[in-house]
């Protein structure tokens, strides 16, 4: 399957850094005044980094997805992978971290359903029918110390990353959406550039059904905060910048 993944000219490129400090994958560095892709499968394809080039050093190629299966390293002069670290995110430690951590918290489960990942559940399961769903990231649950309180609570849910799995995730929540009456949506997603898959899947499936149905986007941030909510209103306003945005990256040549 193919995917994308960033190229860099040198020719073009001066340095600057913009493009390292953005990408949150820890996919880049500086390397002899230059940026470079140092780890292949680190890079999610998603271009972060590219706006921010001020001399448009930055664009797209595509590559077989098993071509960034393995950890490797393209740069020359790069460091080894005992060598590489992830960037400090500077996370607080356990006892003030996340949202609500000074609040009691369960040790029992408010899971209801089983299985739970996207390409394991069937849409035709039962626990779907009225249900107020959860589509999460993998690592929502990991972030956020409360998640089970205060959103597997009263709800089905389903996970996945669309970093990680090859599959189309718009495909299998149409079927969700199109087979139950789903009384709510609630999509919680990392504020990584890469968890962006789970919600526009989502979105897409919502119009690919033709339902309307309440739905909200929840970003966590790596240390657990909350850090937007977005409704459907707030939704919908935002693609419509979207859309221009990527209009005017259209024009750009990858």
């Known amino acids: 399957m193919a995917r994308q993944r960033i190229k860099i000219n040198e020719d073009l490129c001066t340095g600057c850094g913009l493009c390292v400090n953005a990408c949150q994958e820890g996919a880049l560095r500086l390397i002899d005044g230059k940026a470079t892709l140092v780890y292949t499968d680190h890079c999610d394809g998603l271009g972060k ?5 001020p001399t448009d050093a930055i664009s797209f190629e595509p590559v077989e997805s098993g071509d960034l299966d393995a950890p490797q390293s393209i740069a020359s002069g790069a460091p080894s992978t005992s060598e590489w670290k992830t960037p400090s995110l500077h996370c607080p430690t356990v006892e003030h971290a996340g949202a609500g951590s000074s609040r009691p918290y369960s040790t029992g489960s408010e899971l209801k359903q089983w299985p739970i990942q996207i390409q394991l559940v069937n849409p035709a399961a039962p626990f779907f029918q009225n249900a107020h769903l959860l589509i999460a990231a993998d690592c929502a649950a990991f972030a956020y110390r409360n998640f089970h309180e205060d959103y597997i609570q009263g709800r089905t849910i389903i996970i996945g990353c669309p970093k990680l799995d090859d599959a189309d995730y718009a495909e299998k929540l149409t079927q969700i959406l199109a087979a139950n009456d789903i009384q709510s949506i609630t999509v919680v997603r990392m504020e990584v550039p890469c968890c962006a898959g789970i919600a526009e899947a989502a979105q897409k499936a ?17 240390d657990g905060r909350v850090l937007d909510r977005a409704t459907a209103f707030t939704i919908e306003t935002r693609e419509a910048g979207g859309r221009e945005d990527r209009e005017r990256l259209s024009s750009f040549s990858f």
């Not at 980094?49 to 080039?53: A, E, I, K, S």
């Open 49 to 53: 980094c590219l706006p921010l080039c």
């Open 206 to 222: 919502l119009k690919s059904c033709g339902k309307t149905i309440p739905r909200q986007v929840v970003t966590l941030s790596l």
